[in-house]
């Protein structure tokens, strides 16, 4: 509980709380805390929530999840002036769209061939990576786990449809402003194929009984991790031959296709 008090303070004050050493010890501790400070703060009601992100490090280790607050998802011609971040940072993502809802028992029964068959969308998306906590991105794992993975707003491009893709050659790049990119690679996605980690995320999901609904949104992970973005930087994360999306000024930019 002093976990939960301190992040619901922070949020509502603007001011980080100072990392609490030890208080939490597990995934599962994390994700209660996680459950106590949305539902402190009113993010989703009765309902499961529709935006989350997920990922790991690589296939054999732990995936981690967090639902996130709908205040946070901007979408084109969409202005962040109203958000407030400590120390941002930027990552480049794909973003995946469910095309039905998923019961909990649903979920039990997916396997990782199921994925295509479960989505009706992808989008290039932006997570601003941001903290509760004085620490920042430096804070204990189990800690920003709890934070909602340090989670500061999504930044979603148009949808287009969910194609087969040869990801192992798909380039992603992050640049800001007009400099030369400052992440930038072919195939460096953790899990090889966002859709890998479907049914682990909808297990996740519907844990406690609950069903996600259909147009339910998942992000699956950085290409290039979380790079520092400097104060009022224009962004731009660009998937060629998938499409794009940025800041600029402080509003969302987008598009779909662009030629390699």
Request: glycine share 10%; proline share 7%; with cysteine.
């Amino acid at each position: 509980m002093a976990v939960v008090t301190s992040l619901v303070a922070a949020r509502r004050s603007g001011r980080p709380a100072s990392a609490l050493a030890q208080a939490v010890c597990s995934d599962d501790e994390a994700y209660a805390i996680q459950d106590a400070v949305a539902s402190a703060l009113g993010w989703f009601g009765d309902s499961p929530p529709k935006y989350w992100k997920s990922g790991g490090a690589a296939r054999d280790m732990a995936l981690t999840h967090a639902g996130l607050p709908p205040a946070g998802v901007r979408t084109a011609g969409q202005s962040l002036a109203d958000l407030r971040w400590q120390q941002p940072a930027v990552e480049a993502e794909i973003a995946l769209r469910l095309a039905r809802e998923v019961t909990p028992e649903q979920a039990q029964r997916l396997s990782h061939a199921d994925g295509p068959g479960l989505v009706d969308a992808m989008a290039v998306a932006i997570e601003i990576a941001d903290s509760r906590w004085q620490e920042g991105l430096q804070a204990p794992a189990a800690l920003r786990l709890a934070d909602q993975g340090s989670h500061g707003a999504l930044v979603l491009g148009p949808w287009m449809r969910c194609r087969a893709q040869d990801w192992a050659r798909q380039r992603c790049e992050l640049r800001f402003g007009a400099a030369p990119p400052v992440g930038a690679n072919t195939g460096a996605y953790s899990l090889g194929d966002p859709l890998w980690l479907l049914p682990i995320w909808l297990r996740h999901a519907t844990r406690g009984g609950r069903t996600v609904a259909a147009h339910s949104v998942v992000t699956t992970g950085s290409w290039v991790g979380a790079i520092p973005m400097p104060a009022n930087a224009e962004v731009l994360v660009r998937f060629p031959g998938l499409g794009h999306v940025g800041l600029r000024a402080g509003r969302v930019e987008a598009a779909l296709y662009e030629p390699d």
